[in-house]
């Protein structure tokens, strides 16, 4: 599975009554993803309901398309997790605070089992550069099994005793400083970074703008905190017309080594990565249906 086929991931409290209906794609049927949390959304006196929750959900749950992963709250609550009966169907974890100190306690526990891993970058090696390249370093060696990197937007303001306001983008913030560090560092190396979540449910112009930003700033995924949130995420993950058939024309096989189309110049020896992932999300997300264009290659 490729970390572009999870969309935007619905976090559901451990806790939530309707949780086999929602995992078993019942309750909204949209969903690509989702996230099953014992931490943060979880007060530590009702871990243990949390953890029943998930047990009896994994009993009853069904083969579908949707993808579902569970954060773990810490490694003892990993453990207990894995030795659930039925633990194996889902797609993996979301390890939450990972750090270098941590990443091989997170590892070991792991260790013998094929699931899928989405570190969480929400800490104060965030804002230390060493740190992150160790981090790096480290999760090169696990990069078979790194699915995504997730950004803790909220814990990393909290860090700085911030919170975001309504209608104040990411990237209006010094997340967008974070962002961009955290791209630099990890994006060449192959790893894929999703992006924090918009605190506010009925904000949908402002989630809109992020979520273009997102893109623009080289993240792809989302959490979603509401379902409603997802079909707008999910909405400007399709591609425009005139990039598809610039894509195309990028990646066929008889293309020059430099052309005209539209007013842009293409290049595939250094647009291709750019063509690839154009293509990838057309093939999942579609066509935004009020931009196809008719463009025209031409040999300058």
Known sequence: MQALELGASLYVPGTHPQLLSIVNAEKYPFLRSVIICTEDAVLPQHLPE???????TLQELRSSNLKVFVRARNIPVLQQLLDL??????????????EPQNLPLWMGTLKGTTFQIMPTLETRVVFDRGALDELRSMLLAQQHRVLSLRIGGNDLLSLLNMRRSRGVSAYQTP???LINQLVLQFKPYGFNLSAPVYDFTDDPETLVQETRMDLQNGLFGKTAIHPSQVPVIESLYRVSGTDLEMAEAILAADAPAVFKMGDAMCEP?????????VVDRYQVYGL???TSVQLHAVNE
């Open 50 to 56: 949390a953890l029943h929750n998930i047990n009896q």
């Open 85 to 98: 009966p039925g633990i194996e169907q889902v797609e993996g974890f979301v390890l939450p605070k990972v």
């Open 288 to 290: 935004d249906p009020g």
């Open 269 to 277: 020896a250094t647009h291709r990565n750019w063509a690839e992932q």
């Open 175 to 177: 997340l967008g400083t």
